[in-house]
């Protein structure tokens, strides 16, 4: 499939994910959730198989996406106990892998965080050179935001975060 004559120069892809919070209390000091790979201290905890990372998910579903190689959920089951606890830097870094089997490389990113808590603009500098560096782009083609629901539905009542990104890969120039 991959020897057809025009090969497409740009694929862009789409990702989504979302993670409820468990409401059990817990204190900031020793709780935190991992989003885009950097932990941020927070009173509650994130429930997921993995380490529940929606930024991180969320780009690794668009670059698979992209490529044209499923969803996340194909290549790491949350049904298998190998990806139990997982940090999603592996996801990631695998979704980089397959991309550049393919022949292509990653041009930018945008991702949006959404949530109501934890902020998360404090953290958008250091989130965009952890993923420039795990997939190998330079940090001013990651571009991280954050949004609210204006406290509207389970977001908006603090049950969850959820997180959007889309990404452009390019195929990379045969030298």
């Known amino acids: 499939m991959d020897q057809y004559i025009n090969k497409p120069t740009f694929k862009v892809g789409i990702g989504y994910d979302v993670h409820k919070f468990d ?5 900031n000091i020793n709780t935190f959730i991992t989003i885009c790979g950097i932990k941020i201290n927070f009173h509650k905890k994130i429930i997921s198989h993995s380490d529940g990372d929606v930024g991180l998910h969320a780009l690794t579903d668009a670059i698979l996406g992209a490529i044209g190689c499923g969803s996340i959920g194909q290549h790491f089951p949350n049904t298998d106990n190998k990806w139990k606890n997982i940090k999603s830097d592996y996801f990631l870094i695998e979704a980089q892998k397959k991309a550049q ?4 490389s990653i041009s930018n990113a945008d991702i949006t ?4 808590q934890p902020k998360i603009m404090p953290y958008a500098l250091e989130m965009q050179e952890h993923i420039a560096l795990l997939t190998k782009t330079d940090a001013s083609c990651i571009n991280i935001k954050a949004t609210t629901t204006e406290k509207l539905g389970f977001l908006g009542r603090e049950e969850g975060v959820a997180a959007q990104a889309v990404v452009l890969c390019c195929l990379q120039s045969q030298q």
């Open 113 to 116: 965080i959404i949530c109501e």
């Open 23 to 27: 409401n059990t209390s817990h204190d």
């Open 101 to 104: 089997e393919k022949g292509y």
